[in-house]
Structure formats: C-alpha cells, structure tokens
C-alpha cells in the first residue's frame, strides 16, 4: 500500500507517518528529510537545493521527484510507502501517479489532515525534531520523557532553522495557495480521507487507520 499524507506544516504528518510507518509496516519516505540529508552529505542535489530551503521556497519538481521515487524503491521487507511532503502540489502528484504507473504501481489513499491556520502557528512554535532521525516533539502537546532528548533514540532535540516564524508563515501560505489543491486531485480519484488532525495524537492514527480499511473495503465491494 502506497498512503500519502497531505497537511501543512505542523498539522502531525510526521508524527503519524512514524506511526502508521510501525503499525502497517511501511517505509516513510519523507521529501524535507530527504533534502536535508542530501544537503548535509554535501551531494550536488542538496547543493542545489539549499537556497530553496533557506527561503522556505519549494525546491524545483524535477529535485525532489527523483528523490521520493528512489526512497520507495528501496522496498525492503515491508508494505508498501507512506509519503510525507510530497508531492506539494498537483504537478508533482501528476508526474508520481505517471512514474508509478511505469512501474506498475500506484497511490491507494491519501489522508488530508485538515488543522486551522492558527493552531498550526501555535503548534509549529513549540516544535523540536531529533538529530538521529528527525522524530518530532512539542514541548506543548507532545513532549518527550527527558526534555531535550528523543525519547527513541537518546539523540538531543534541536528547533528546525525553518521553524521561525517569518518562514512558517511562508510555508503556511504555499501549502494553503498551492498544497491545499491536492484534496481535490485525490478527491477526484476517490483516495482522499479528511481526517480532523486538531484532536489527539492516537485519535488522530486511529481516524486514519480506520478510514484506510473502510476504503479498502469499499472498493472490495465496489
Ligand atoms: P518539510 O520538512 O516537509 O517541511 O520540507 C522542508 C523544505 O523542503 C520545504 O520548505 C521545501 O523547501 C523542501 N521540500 C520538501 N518537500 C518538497 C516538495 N515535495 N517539493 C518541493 N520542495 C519540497
């Protein structure tokens, strides 16, 4: 099963990959943590696109594309991929539904994680994600056992150079102008479940795990 997460910034998408990554056996294949390693390992690709990141711009489809589609090749033992930050907006999820269906593979659902602009705000203000692996933290409404420290890799927490809140605001407004415009695409397709991402973490996995299999089993009826 191939799930994408759609939600802006701050709307728990990492938080849930992780999760649903554990309970469906999944791979995550998250595109800014992709970016950010190709950037600290110096690569030409993340040399190329570290401006975009600086500015809280996306960086050109054809830069990060390449990138997802090798992170969900490598399938290993598990389920499929769940995808989180890409695509962003209707061009790129046009070019993934074309490369998938090159290899005979396709995009089953995608949750859309719907939280008000301003709690977003609030939440991205509190946000801390690991140096190990970027498992993310909310001082507010998520935090870790020992303050400073991922409670699964021991590794300190650090606040992404993104998160001030010029480029929140930035990133907000692209994921509302443009991002936004996936549910539709999706919706479109029939794979789209609107999950409410303001209640609870588990409530939150348990909206989308349930939606998932109630899709399934509407299109084995169907
Ligand atoms: P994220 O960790 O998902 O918030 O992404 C951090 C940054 O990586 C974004 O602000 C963009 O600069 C870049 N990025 C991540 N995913 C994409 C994408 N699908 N398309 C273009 N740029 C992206």
Redesign the pocket.
Known sequence: MNLILIGA?GSGKGTQAQRLVALLHLRSCA???L?RKAIAQGTPLGRAAQP??DR????PDDL?IGLVLDCMEHRGDVQGSVLD????NVA?ARALDERLMERRQKIDAAAYLDVPREMLLDRLSGRYVCRAAEHVWNVKTNPPRVPGICDYDGSSLYQRP?DTPEKINR?LDIFFNETIHLTDYYGLQGKLLRIDGTGAIDDVTHAIVSGLSEERVNRAVG
């Open positions: 910034q595109s800014g943590e970016l975009y990141l809280g711009d996306l960086v990060i930050g890409f695509p962003r790129q993104d990133r």
